[in-house]
């Protein structure tokens, strides 16, 4: 069996994780790409990004960015939705 782990944005983050100004979430994201996932050396082999709403929130709008800019200097593929 293959597993394939995924890094990205909690489609309900908390207030914590959506003050996380722009370069912290990108480095987030590429970190566990790169180096692995929680201190682990399991790398992340896409990335998932949701939006809550029709319009995104400042918060949604960055972790968008944020994901997209990882996964430009990455080349791993991101996933998006809306609810």
């Excluded at 597993?3 to 207030?15: K, L, R, S, V």
């Excluded at 992340?44 to 319009?55: E, F, G, L, Y």
């Excluded at 968008?64 to 996933?79: D, L, M, N, Q, Y």
């Amino acid at each position: 069996m293959q597993i394939a782990p995924w890094t990205g944005q909690h489609f309900f983050a908390g207030e914590s994780h959506n003050a996380q100004t722009f370069e912290r979430s990108r480095s987030c994201l590429s970190g566990e790409i790169a180096q692995g996932i929680d201190d682990t050396d399991i790398k992340a082999s896409a990335i998932k990004i949701a939006a809550r709403s029709a319009a995104m929130t400042p918060a949604e709008e960055k972790a968008f960015k944020a994901a997209a800019r990882a996964s430009k200097a990455t080349g791993i593929p991101v996933e998006a939705h809306t609810n």
